[in-house]
Antibody
Framework: QVQLVESGGGLVKPGGSLRLSCAAS????????MSWIRQAPGKGLEWVSY????????YYADSVKGRFTISRDNAKNSLYLQMNSLRAEDTAVYYC?????WGQGTLVTVSS | DIQMTQSPSSVSASVGDRVTITCQAS??????LAWYQQKPGKAPKLLIY???SLQSGVPSRFSGSGSGTDFTLTISSLQPEDFATYYC?????????FGPGTKVDIK
Protein backbone atom coordinates (compact mmCIF):
# COMPACT_ATOMS: atom_id res chain seq x y z
CA GLN A 1 0.00 0.00 0.00
CA VAL A 2 1.08 3.58 -0.58
CA GLN A 3 3.08 5.03 2.30
CA LEU A 4 4.63 8.45 2.70
CA VAL A 5 6.73 9.07 5.80
CA GLU A 6 8.11 12.52 6.53
CA SER A 7 11.09 13.19 8.76
CA GLY A 8 13.55 15.94 9.59
CA GLY A 9 11.32 18.34 11.46
CA GLY A 10 12.32 19.97 14.70
CA LEU A 11 13.12 23.21 16.50
CA VAL A 12 15.32 25.71 14.66
CA LYS A 13 16.23 29.34 15.29
CA PRO A 14 15.12 32.14 12.97
CA GLY A 15 17.49 32.36 10.04
CA GLY A 16 18.42 28.71 10.37
CA SER A 17 18.03 25.80 7.97
CA LEU A 18 16.36 22.43 7.98
CA ARG A 19 15.99 19.63 5.43
CA LEU A 20 12.81 17.59 5.36
CA SER A 21 12.65 14.15 3.81
CA CYS A 22 9.72 12.06 2.64
CA ALA A 23 10.25 8.33 2.14
CA ALA A 24 7.83 6.82 -0.35
CA SER A 25 6.85 3.17 -0.72
CA UNK A 26 4.11 1.03 -2.22
CA UNK A 27 4.16 2.66 -5.66
CA UNK A 28 6.52 3.50 -8.49
CA UNK A 29 7.82 6.79 -7.13
CA UNK A 30 9.38 7.92 -10.40
CA UNK A 31 5.97 7.88 -12.12
CA UNK A 32 4.37 10.55 -9.95
CA UNK A 33 4.63 14.25 -9.25
CA MET A 34 4.90 15.16 -5.58
CA SER A 35 4.02 18.14 -3.43
CA TRP A 36 4.69 19.70 -0.04
CA ILE A 37 1.81 21.29 1.86
CA ARG A 38 2.02 22.87 5.29
CA GLN A 39 -0.33 23.82 8.09
CA ALA A 40 0.52 26.35 10.78
CA PRO A 41 -0.81 25.53 14.26
CA GLY A 42 -4.56 26.11 14.34
CA LYS A 43 -4.59 27.43 10.77
CA GLY A 44 -5.58 26.22 7.32
CA LEU A 45 -3.68 24.37 4.64
CA GLU A 46 -1.04 26.13 2.53
CA TRP A 47 0.36 24.61 -0.64
CA VAL A 48 4.17 25.01 -0.61
CA SER A 49 5.83 23.35 -3.59
CA TYR A 50 5.47 20.91 -6.51
CA UNK A 51 7.96 18.78 -8.39
CA UNK A 52 7.26 16.76 -11.52
CA UNK A 53 8.01 13.05 -11.76
CA UNK A 54 11.38 13.64 -13.40
CA UNK A 55 12.22 16.69 -11.31
CA UNK A 56 12.40 18.92 -14.35
CA UNK A 57 9.42 21.11 -13.44
CA UNK A 58 9.19 22.85 -10.09
CA TYR A 59 6.88 25.45 -8.59
CA TYR A 60 6.86 27.29 -5.26
CA ALA A 61 4.46 29.41 -3.25
CA ASP A 62 5.50 33.06 -3.20
CA SER A 63 5.91 32.83 0.58
CA VAL A 64 8.84 30.39 0.26
CA LYS A 65 10.30 31.23 -3.16
CA GLY A 66 14.03 31.86 -2.95
CA ARG A 67 14.30 30.25 0.49
CA PHE A 68 13.02 26.68 -0.01
CA THR A 69 14.22 24.11 -2.53
CA ILE A 70 12.29 20.98 -3.46
CA SER A 71 14.12 18.01 -4.90
CA ARG A 72 13.75 14.27 -5.33
CA ASP A 73 15.89 11.17 -5.69
CA ASN A 74 13.95 8.63 -7.71
CA ALA A 75 16.58 5.96 -7.08
CA LYS A 76 16.00 6.35 -3.34
CA ASN A 77 12.21 6.86 -3.57
CA SER A 78 12.62 10.06 -1.64
CA LEU A 79 11.37 13.64 -1.73
CA TYR A 80 13.13 16.52 -0.02
CA LEU A 81 12.50 20.09 1.06
CA GLN A 82 15.55 22.19 1.88
CA MET A 83 14.41 25.14 3.98
CA ASN A 84 16.77 28.08 4.46
CA SER A 85 16.41 31.50 6.09
CA LEU A 86 13.59 30.16 8.23
CA ARG A 87 11.14 32.56 9.82
CA ALA A 88 8.67 32.24 12.67
CA GLU A 89 5.85 32.15 10.13
CA ASP A 90 7.30 28.95 8.64
CA THR A 91 6.30 27.13 11.83
CA ALA A 92 3.92 24.41 10.69
CA VAL A 93 3.30 20.73 10.15
CA TYR A 94 4.75 19.88 6.75
CA TYR A 95 3.06 17.16 4.71
CA CYS A 96 4.33 15.44 1.59
CA UNK A 97 1.59 14.33 -0.76
CA UNK A 98 1.01 12.33 -3.91
CA UNK A 99 -2.41 13.19 -5.27
CA UNK A 100 -4.80 11.59 -2.78
CA UNK A 101 -2.10 10.17 -0.50
CA TRP A 102 -0.60 12.23 2.31
CA GLY A 103 2.01 11.49 4.92
CA GLN A 104 1.41 12.01 8.63
CA GLY A 105 3.39 15.24 8.63
CA THR A 106 6.47 16.52 10.42
CA LEU A 107 6.45 19.55 12.72
CA VAL A 108 8.84 22.42 12.08
CA THR A 109 9.09 25.04 14.82
CA VAL A 110 11.04 28.23 14.19
CA SER A 111 11.71 30.01 17.45
CA SER A 112 14.56 31.59 19.35
CA ASP B 1 -2.60 33.82 -8.07
CA ILE B 2 -6.09 32.38 -7.79
CA GLN B 3 -7.79 33.16 -4.49
CA MET B 4 -10.25 30.69 -2.99
CA THR B 5 -13.03 31.63 -0.60
CA GLN B 6 -15.37 29.36 1.32
CA SER B 7 -18.66 29.91 3.08
CA PRO B 8 -19.69 29.55 5.72
CA SER B 9 -16.52 29.54 7.82
CA SER B 10 -18.31 27.32 10.30
CA VAL B 11 -21.62 25.53 10.54
CA SER B 12 -23.34 23.82 13.43
CA ALA B 13 -25.48 20.90 12.38
CA SER B 14 -27.15 17.78 13.72
CA VAL B 15 -26.78 14.17 12.70
CA GLY B 16 -29.01 13.59 9.69
CA ASP B 17 -28.89 17.19 8.49
CA ARG B 18 -28.07 18.15 4.93
CA VAL B 19 -25.01 20.38 4.87
CA THR B 20 -23.85 22.51 1.96
CA ILE B 21 -20.49 24.28 1.73
CA THR B 22 -19.63 26.64 -1.07
CA CYS B 23 -16.27 27.52 -2.58
CA GLN B 24 -15.57 30.36 -4.97
CA ALA B 25 -12.49 30.93 -7.11
CA SER B 26 -11.30 34.43 -8.01
CA UNK B 27 -11.11 33.37 -11.65
CA UNK B 28 -12.36 30.46 -13.71
CA UNK B 29 -10.79 27.12 -12.94
CA UNK B 30 -12.96 24.87 -15.11
CA UNK B 31 -13.49 21.73 -12.99
CA UNK B 32 -10.04 21.72 -11.44
CA LEU B 33 -11.29 21.60 -7.87
CA ALA B 34 -10.84 19.16 -5.02
CA TRP B 35 -12.48 18.87 -1.61
CA TYR B 36 -10.68 17.57 1.48
CA GLN B 37 -11.84 16.58 4.94
CA GLN B 38 -9.53 17.03 7.90
CA LYS B 39 -9.98 15.85 11.47
CA PRO B 40 -7.89 17.20 14.36
CA GLY B 41 -4.33 15.88 14.38
CA LYS B 42 -4.78 14.01 11.11
CA ALA B 43 -3.71 14.57 7.51
CA PRO B 44 -6.39 15.77 5.11
CA LYS B 45 -8.38 13.14 3.24
CA LEU B 46 -9.42 13.62 -0.38
CA LEU B 47 -13.21 13.41 -0.83
CA ILE B 48 -13.91 14.85 -4.27
CA TYR B 49 -11.71 15.57 -7.27
CA UNK B 50 -12.45 17.21 -10.61
CA UNK B 51 -15.26 19.09 -8.87
CA UNK B 52 -17.71 16.20 -8.82
CA SER B 53 -15.85 12.87 -8.91
CA LEU B 54 -16.10 10.87 -5.70
CA GLN B 55 -12.77 9.48 -4.49
CA SER B 56 -12.74 5.71 -4.11
CA GLY B 57 -13.92 4.62 -0.69
CA VAL B 58 -15.69 7.87 0.16
CA PRO B 59 -19.35 7.45 1.17
CA SER B 60 -21.93 8.43 -1.42
CA ARG B 61 -23.52 10.95 0.95
CA PHE B 62 -20.72 13.29 -0.15
CA SER B 63 -21.17 15.00 -3.50
CA GLY B 64 -19.61 17.89 -5.34
CA SER B 65 -20.84 20.16 -8.09
CA GLY B 66 -19.94 23.28 -10.00
CA SER B 67 -17.54 24.56 -12.60
CA GLY B 68 -15.89 27.81 -13.52
CA THR B 69 -15.81 29.86 -10.33
CA ASP B 70 -18.56 28.44 -8.11
CA PHE B 71 -18.52 25.06 -6.43
CA THR B 72 -20.48 23.19 -3.79
CA LEU B 73 -19.81 20.29 -1.44
CA THR B 74 -22.93 18.62 -0.10
CA ILE B 75 -23.25 16.10 2.69
CA SER B 76 -26.72 14.64 2.21
CA SER B 77 -27.19 13.21 5.70
CA LEU B 78 -24.57 14.20 8.25
CA GLN B 79 -23.05 11.33 10.21
CA PRO B 80 -21.13 11.54 13.51
CA GLU B 81 -17.83 10.84 11.73
CA ASP B 82 -18.37 13.81 9.39
CA PHE B 83 -17.71 16.44 12.02
CA ALA B 84 -14.48 17.92 10.71
CA THR B 85 -13.03 20.81 8.73
CA TYR B 86 -13.47 20.88 4.97
CA TYR B 87 -11.17 22.58 2.47
CA CYS B 88 -11.44 23.21 -1.23
CA UNK B 89 -8.31 23.43 -3.41
CA UNK B 90 -7.92 24.62 -6.97
CA UNK B 91 -5.61 22.67 -9.29
CA UNK B 92 -6.03 24.82 -12.38
CA UNK B 93 -2.79 26.76 -12.08
CA UNK B 94 0.14 27.10 -9.70
CA UNK B 95 0.15 27.90 -6.84
CA UNK B 96 -2.52 25.32 -6.04
CA UNK B 97 -4.32 27.42 -3.45
CA PHE B 98 -6.62 26.16 -0.72
CA GLY B 99 -9.72 27.79 0.64
CA PRO B 100 -9.68 28.89 4.30
CA GLY B 101 -11.77 25.95 5.45
CA THR B 102 -15.25 25.31 6.82
CA LYS B 103 -15.61 23.74 10.24
CA VAL B 104 -18.62 21.49 10.68
CA ASP B 105 -19.44 20.94 14.33
CA ILE B 106 -22.19 19.50 16.42
CA LYS B 107 -25.27 21.63 17.13
Amino acid sequence: QVQLVESGGGLVKPGGSLRLSCAASGFTFSDYYMSWIRQAPGKGLEWVSYISSSGSTIYYADSVKGRFTISRDNAKNSLYLQMNSLRAEDTAVYYCARENYWGQGTLVTVSS
Amino acid sequence: DIQMTQSPSSVSASVGDRVTITCQASQGISSWLAWYQQKPGKAPKLLIYAASSLQSGVPSRFSGSGSGTDFTLTISSLQPEDFATYYCQQANSFPFTFGPGTKVDIK
